[in-house]
């Protein structure tokens, strides 16, 4: 596609239920990232896709999150048992290769995921 | 670890300059810079290898100093449009791949 693209655009949950969250990379891309932005604050890493392996899920704040990439492409956020403090918006950014030094990330426009 | 960007926040008037700087104790390969309008996706400004590189874009440049682990974006004569959060992110290697760190961020406002 032209761009990244994410859905939903917006999401409100309440406490305790699942949610998934979408990415769409841009065609070709290898590599795919999920990033955490809390409401005026920067951007908090989550996982990196190599292809479908994710080789760095050091970000990832709890077993209730995980990721999965599936034919290289599209990569789904799952949030279980979802608390207040996951509100925020949710990134997703690919680049071309992955693991090169100097490449661009071309990011989404986020989920907005607010938990009451 | 995670870059540190100062300062935080700036006011400026159309017509003035800028500069924001992202340190970090790393050691680096690159330096890439975003900015962020509110409610908007992150976009790519620029990246900057190791080497002493400068570049410009328009009126924004930006120099990577990589003894000193730092790099800073030069915004001159601002417009309205530059009004938003830039964000340097740092390169290093990092389990077994190239990783970019971000830092917290520069809140810049330009006013009339």
């Known amino acids: 596609g032209a761009g990244v693209s994410q859905s939903p655009s917006n999401k409100v949950t309440e406490k305790g239920k699942d949610v998934e969250l979408r990415c769409d990379p841009i065609?070709?891309?290898?590599?795919l990232y999920w990033y955490r932005q809390s409401l005026g604050q920067g951007l908090e890493f989550l996982i990196y896709?190599?292809?479908?392996?994710?080789?760095?899920k050091s970000g990832l704040p709890s077993d209730r999150f995980s990721a999965e990439r599936t034919g290289g492409s599209v990569s789904t956020l799952t949030i279980q048992r979802t608390q207040q403090e996951d509100s925020a918006v949710y990134l997703c950014?690919?680049?071309?290769?992955?693991?090169?030094?100097?490449?661009?990330?071309?990011f989404g426009p986020g989920t907005r995921l607010l938990v009451l | 670890q995670q870059p540190v960007q100062s300062p935080q926040a700036v006011i400026l008037r159309e017509g003035e300059d800028a500069v924001i700087n992202c340190s970090s104790s790393?050691?680096?390969?690159?330096v890439h810079w975003y900015r962020q309008k509110h409610g908007e996706a992150p976009v790519f400004l620029m990246i900057?290898?190791?080497?002493?590189e400068q570049k410009g874009h328009d009126k924004i440049s930006a120099s990577f100093n990589e003894k000193k682990q730092q790099s800073s974006l030069y915004l001159t004569a601002s417009q309205l449009s530059y009004s938003g959060t830039y964000f340097c992110?740092?390169?290093?290697?990092?389990?077994?791949?190239?990783?970019?760190?971000f830092g917290t961020g520069t809140k810049l406002q330009v006013i009339p």
């Open positions: 896709f190599q292809g479908n392996s994710a080789p760095d």
């Open positions: 790393k050691a680096l390969y690159s």
């Open positions: 065609s070709g891309h290898t590599a």
């Open positions: 900057l290898l190791k080497g002493g």
């Open positions: 950014a690919s680049s071309s290769l992955g693991g090169a030094v100097g490449e661009t990330q071309y």
């Open positions: 992110g740092t390169e290093g290697y990092s389990g077994g791949y190239q990783k970019v760190t």
